[in-house]
């Protein structure tokens, strides 16, 4: 039939754009599946029977899809679980669509290469936009790579899966020079994977590496890389170091401290340090005065009439009395939201909630009853001045707000030019305040709505930080030459910045007061990082897996449907517990939450069936060649997704559960060219 020719080759051009938009350009990527779904599913009710053959699982995909049923039969939200189970199943033929459009051996080497050759485009163009996060130590603000095409947990995932099939060519190939090259493109993935920062993409892919040394029976390899992480481990270590110097830039002092120091706050002669995991500290130049230990890692403290607030990254507040030499804790209290950053103006305590906007606490004697001003929602951070707050919000934009006579948030100043994204404020001068945007500083008047332009005496290349010391006007800056400046208004027409240390790296923090400048520095060891059950990332996600059980407790038969789950998260927080999410970093305990026990053990069963079906090809395949190399690639990337979903709800990722099915037909694709190429023989 001359059409079904026509419609299998249309078909296969299809999954070429498939193929290499699987990093990077999500629509086209599904716009090839569907074509090729179409075309090829036209010439099988043409008449060409030998498409969308049995792979031996079907009885399980339809037990899966069984449990997607049954959960919107009983949910309660059925748009959404009709929504989302549709959009699960339609992904399943990825497998299926991939094996029937794929005629032979060198039809799969250009799919594959195709794959290869722009995933690898897509790793060093991360890599290029990486490179500011290395040179300017950003990773220790972010704890992740900067957002390129993707968000960097999915775009690490997705870079996994290409370092794993070139390693699995680098071990499969014979030729000394080609494996040479296949090593430097792994070894240039590998890098891209380091950039994203993200331990959840690292985990999947020390499981892929761990199944695919175990299928070439590289056991001392095996050994010697285990042996090798657990020396990183006991080697590994944290620092946090604490710099004072006077307001001239001379250092009077530094020295280490046991957790982090997350912030230090001068008051008078005594320095306040948040140390983190290890509470609140007071030192009298190096010397430790009094220590703390809060019910939480602790980022700051603000002082709060005669008594000071703190701030744990748990998001509750701690209201904290001064005796003798050292702090007691008198009260503990929440926002009502999901906390970003405290503020004391006008003896009042000041909140910005991302989730539920400004609150105002006008004493310590009326804690309970905060005044809320919601229209201010999506706030990350501020800080406050007489009669103007600057509040960032989530997508990093600037505005600033008015108050009241009582301190209170009125409305939004309007200004006559947009503050952009990544803008630097650098505190409020005279009552109006100092922003560095398009390279240049912008002095904001909130009564015209105005910028002016404040040309600058030296370039000191950006902003790192910025701070305005306590008790004072003055501003401190360190630049992104690293040095430490005091910035001042000239005139009222021109910015002059007064070098007075060479810092010579970028602070963790940076504050002030009228005797001293202060510095912190804080290395975290993403190894450690792992196991630190204090981290914020690491705490939400146990409470994310706890709730998930409790819901599974609650529906244990077919789960609340496949939903988002944001509405029901919020019953089962505790009091503190601000973080909301519609999943749960977890495939297992999500799926155990939404499709209940019925699903999971679909979902078990299911990926048992793909990997012995992976096992059984692989056991096909020869030594040394391509289909031995693909089929081993994929069931490392199997492994990955399975591993990487331990820490995410991957399965719910549209990019990487398209790659888990691509990896999966793949396999499909080997076993088909394999037993067609026994019955030509």
């Known amino acids: 039939m001359p059409l079904n020719s026509t419609l299998k080759k249309t078909a296969f051009f299809s999954l070429l754009m498939f193929a290499g938009t699987l990093t990077n350009a999500l629509f086209f990527n599904q716009l090839g599946y569907y074509i090729a779904l179409v075309l090829l599913a036209t010439a099988y009710f043409r008449g060409d029977n030998s498409l969308f053959k049995k792979v031996g699982f079907e009885p399980w995909l339809l037990l899966f899809v069984a449990a997607e049923v049954f959960s919107f039969i009983f949910t309660e939200n059925k748009a959404q679980a009709l929504e989302f189970g549709f959009k699960r199943v339609i992904l399943l033929p990825i497998m299926y669509t991939i094996a029937a459009g794929i005629g032979d051996a060198r039809q799969l080497r250009i799919f594959f290469y195709t794959y290869l050759i722009f995933a690898l485009g897509s790793d060093l163009l991360y890599i290029g936009f990486s490179i500011e996060y290395f040179i300017r130590d950003l990773y220790k603000y972010t704890s992740e790579g900067p957002s390129v095409l993707l968000h960097p947990i999915t775009t690490g995932e997705l870079t996994s899966f290409t370092a794993l099939f070139l390693f699995s060519l680098f071990l499969n190939e014979k030729r000394v ?203 990350i951070s501020m800080v406050t001045d007489t009669n103007y707050i600057n509040i960032i919000y989530s997508d990093y934009i600037h505005t600033t707000i008015r108050l009241d006579s009582n301190g209170m948030p009125v409305d939004t100043v309007a200004y006559d030019k947009k503050i952009p994204a990544g803008t630097n404020f650098l505190g409020f001068i005279k009552g109006k305040p100092l922003y560095y945007f398009n390279k240049g500083f912008y002095w904001g008047d909130p009564q015209t709505g105005k910028f002016k332009y404040l040309p600058p005496n030296t370039d000191c290349r950006g902003i790192a930080w910025s701070t305005v010391a306590s008790g004072t006007d003055s501003i401190y800056l360190v630049g992104n030459d690293r040095n430490l400046y005091n910035l001042s208004v000239s005139g009222d ?156 709800f991957n399965f719910g990722d549209h990019e990487i559960i398209t790659m888990m099915w691509f990896s999966t037909g793949l396999v499909f694709t080997v076993k088909q060219i394999l037993i067609k190429n026994d019955e030509q023989k």
């Open 493 to 648: 027409t021109s910015v002059y910045l007064r070098k007075i240390s060479a810092a010579g790296f970028y602070p963790f923090s940076l504050t002030g007061s009228e005797k001293y400048i202060c510095m912190t520095d804080i290395k975290k060891s993403r190894i450690l990082s792992f196991f630190d059950l204090t981290g914020e990332s690491n705490r939400n996600r146990l409470s994310m897996w706890r709730i998930g059980w409790e819901i599974f407790l609650d529906h244990p038969f077919f789960g609340v449907g496949d939903i988002d789950l944001a509405k029901i998260f919020k019953q089962y927080n505790r009091p503190h517990e601000k973080e909301i999410k519609g999943h749960l970093h977890n495939n297992f305990f999500h799926i155990l939450a939404t499709l209940g026990g019925f699903g999971i053990i679909s979902i078990l069963i299911l990926f048992y069936m793909i990997i012995r079906t992976g096992f059984r090809v692989f056991h096909m395949t020869s030594s040394k060649t391509f289909e031995r190399a693909v089929v081993m690639g994929s069931l490392a990337c199997i492994a990955a997704f399975i591993g990487a979903g331990l820490t995410e």
């Open 177 to 379: 020079k080609w494996k040479a090259g296949w090593l430097i493109l792994s070894l240039i993935s590998f890098a891209s994977l380091l950039a994203t920062f993200k331990r959840t993409a690292w985990i999947g892919l020390g499981l892929g590496l761990l199944v695919m040394l175990f299928l070439n029976r590289n056991y001392i390899i095996i050994a010697l890389s285990l042996a090798v992480f657990i020396v990183m481990i006991y080697f590994a270590k944290n620092e946090s170091k604490v710099y004072i110097f006077d307001l001239e830039g001379k250092k009077i002092t530094e020295f280490s401290t046991t957790g982090f120091a997350y912030k230090v706050q001068p008051i008078g002669d005594e320095l306040v340090v948040s140390d983190h995991v290890d509470g609140l500290k007071i030192y009298k130049k190096d010397s430790l005065v009094s220590h703390l230990e809060t019910p939480g890692p602790v980022y700051e403290i603000v002082k709060w009439g005669d008594d000071y607030a703190a701030f744990l990254s748990d998001y509750r507040i701690l209201l904290l009395g001064k005796k003798d030499s050292g702090f007691v804790i008198k009260k503990e209290f929440i926002s009502p939201g999901y906390l970003g950053r405290l503020a004391v103006n006008k003896g009042m305590l000041y909140t910005v909630d991302s989730d539920s906007g400004i609150s105002v606490f006008r004493s310590t004697a009326d804690i309970g009853r905060p005044l809320r001003f919601p229209q201010f929602a999506r706030g």
